[in-house]
């Protein structure tokens, strides 16, 4: 019997190599983009290459909202595949590949007019830009506005709590063109918040309900962009590239950040070891991408390969056709066979074919 389930298993992980062959799709991070001037939304076909139909049909994936435009943000292989897997990518038939992509600011003149073009006052002094003139957010600690009994109270502690922070530690800026509607009382009225987009990404939308004798009265959406106090790694003497990390050369620090930051170094315990990936100077942010990355599995090292059909799992030797670190999809083949499949890396010398989606 088990020799049956096992054949199946290796039955179907052929067909899905066949499959893959005819429909695969590839996705490829790139290593840096720059967006439109006016972009908020960081789509998939904006950060990656993608090669097939299997990938081509995720292209207008929402990966990562942008508050701040003008600030550099990174986003991880990790975070890209985490949105895929809630997409229902089939991970048989479409391989992810690459490490982080960086968001890079508008440039200056992205905005603005060439210098030539520029208007002049009468008394000599130039007109400003209207980039310069445009405010920035203004962002108040969450334990402030908690004490309001107004609806942008009851928003900043709503908030904390989801985001299970001390208040004392959350910062939000809120859209102020809804100021009369957010320095409301609940008075004989109440309120119903409900999220609209992910509570930990860098602008949250809340559909505010108002209830009144029992009815629902209007409904508004609000935007709020919140900031964590997050504790960060530093860098305090300079790391050569290659040189391993000790723990001397680190301290910890807090900055206020996006709640949806990715690649930032928390614990120096995960990093103590490891080897730079590039020079690190005084005063540097540790990020994932400094870190030299670990490989788990190297090419032409036989690997167990768990093949994961309905309840049963079957685990199979084969041959690693790439060098490959955790959640990478690359090609495997079964020992004394010509035929290759794919799987993901899960761990040292592991991976999984997964046959039950």
Known sequence: MTDRIFTTCFTLALAM????????????????VRLA??????????????????????????????????????????????????????????????RSVTVRPRRSGDTGPPL???????????????????ERPQHRLASELAKQRTLRGMIATYIANRLDADPNDVQLSFDERHADFLDASPGEQQFELEPVSNIRSSRIDLTVRVWVDGLIDHRRTISVSPLVRTPVLMVRDEIRRNEVIEERALHVDHQWMSPGTNGVVQDAASVVGR?????????????????RREMLVRRGEHVIVRC????????????????AGEGDTIEFRKLGERETFLAVVTGPNEAIVNLSR
């Open 37 to 98: 001037p006016d972009a908020t939304k960081v789509y998939l076909a904006d950060i990656a290459d993608l090669s097939g139909e299997d990938a081509k049909r995720f292209s207008d994936l929402l990966i990562a909202e942008l508050s701040d435009p003008t600030a550099a943000v990174e986003i991880s292989l990790r975070q890209v595949r985490a949105k895929l897997d809630d997409a229902g990518v089939h991970w048989g038939r479409t391989t992810l590949s690459g």
């Open 116 to 134: 030539a073009m520029s208007g002049a006052a009468i008394n000599g002094g130039s007109v400003e830009r209207r980039e310069e003139k445009r």
């Open 17 to 32: 190599a066949m499959t893959c062959s005819a429909f695969a799709g590839s996705i490829t991070l790139r290593s840096a």
């Open 308 to 323: 994961l059909v309905g309840s049963t799992v079957i685990a199979m030797q084969a041959e690693a056709r790439a060098d």
């Open 275 to 291: 080897h730079a990936q590039t020079r690190l100077r005084e005063g540097d942010m540790l990020r994932e991408h400094h870190l």
